[in-house]
């Protein structure tokens, strides 16, 4: 890998977890409770979408974890909630989706004219990575698995 390249993705990276940053400082009101209700996919029908720097992000917080792969999904829950616990395996780099799910414990889905400059921030991102725009969140975490590996 060049040396400019690097350089490069972590500022790409970096401008993600701006964007988290920036959406949780916002006075909206939210409160996660960690119910994980909205990370069953197959129950509630709705799987986050993520952008190639949100993918990324993603896969290196599973990383960290000392997971290489992608666990499968159980259940048809999300593939990054302990099989134990339940809990997610990366809440605080979790995809912007998660953190404007529809969770009504958690005060209801955001409108998207309320985060939209945060969305195109994250799509110019995806852009200049090459992404080719978001994809749910089991396809995008895997490929960037699979290239940051």
Do not use: W
């Not at 969770?103 to 921030?121: F, K, N, Q, S, Y």
């Amino acid at each position: 890998m060049k040396a400019g390249v690097g350089r490069e993705r972590s500022e790409q990276l970096a401008e993600v977890r701006r964007v988290y940053a920036e959406l949780a400082a916002r006075p909206v009101e939210r409160g996660c409770l960690r119910l994980t209700e909205c990370c069953q996919f197959k129950r509630t029908g709705l799987t986050p979408y993520l952008t190639k720097g949100e993918a990324l992000v993603a896969a290196q917080a599973l990383r960290a974890t000392g997971r290489k792969k992608l666990p499968n999904e159980i259940n048809g829950a999300c593939p990054l909630l302990h099989p134990d616990s339940s809990r997610c395996l990366i809440y605080a780099d979790r995809p912007f989706g998660c953190r404007t799910h529809f969770c009504a414990a958690a005060g209801g889905p955001l409108a998207r004219r309320e985060v939209l400059d945060l969305i195109r921030r994250l799509e110019a991102v995806d852009a200049e990575l090459g992404g080719d725009g978001a994809r749910k969140l089991p396809v995008a975490l895997a490929a960037a698995l699979a290239e940051i590996a």
